[in-house]
C-alpha cells in the first residue's frame, strides 16, 4: 500500500509564503503523477497543480504566478511553494498521487491546514 503524507501548512499572513512537501512511498514514484488539491470550508475539492514524468507542470489559473510544484524523485518528495499567499487560499491541502489510467493506483493524504490570515 502507498502511503502519501503531506507536512509544511500553518497560518500565515497575507502576502507571506509556506511550502508543503508530500513524501510518497513507492519505488515507481517516477512513473505517478503527483500533485496538490485543495478544499475550502463549503466547497468542493479543486486542482491547486499537478507535476509528472519530464516535469510537465499544471496549475489552477488562481494560483499561476504564485505557487510552484517540483518533485525529486530521489526522496520520492513532491513540494508546493506558495507566495503571496491570500486569504482565499485558505483550505485543506491534500496531496494526490496516480497511474494515469489505473484506478487503483490512486492515493490521497490526509491533508494539511493552510490558514492565510491576518
Known amino acids: 500500500q502507498v502511503q502519501v503524507a503531506e507536512s509544511g501548512g500553518g497560518l500565515v499572513q497575507p502576502g507571506g509564503s509556506l511550502r508543503l512537501s508530500c513524501a510518497v512511498s513507492?519505488?515507481?514514484?517516477?512513473?505517478?503523477?503527483t500533485g496538490w488539491y485543495r478544499q475550502a470550508p463549503g466547497k468542493q475539492r479543486e486542482l491547486v497543480a499537478t507535476?509528472?514524468?519530464?516535469?510537465?507542470?499544471n496549475y489552477a489559473d488562481s494560483v499561476k504566478g504564485r505557487f510552484t510544484i517540483s518533485r525529486d524523485t530521489a526522496k520520492n518528495t513532491v513540494y508546493l511553494q506558495m507566495n503571496s499567499l491570500k486569504p482565499e487560499d485558505t483550505a485543506v491541502y491534500y496531496c494526490?498521487?496516480?497511474?494515469?489510467?489505473?484506478?487503483?493506483?490512486?492515493?490521497w493524504g490526509q491533508g494539511t491546514q493552510v490558514t492565510v490570515s491576518s
Open positions: 494526490n498521487a496516480r497511474i494515469p489510467g489505473k484506478h487503483e493506483y490512486d492515493y
Open positions: 507535476i509528472m514524468r519530464g516535469d510537465r507542470t
Open positions: 513507492t519505488y515507481m514514484f517516477s512513473i505517478y503523477v
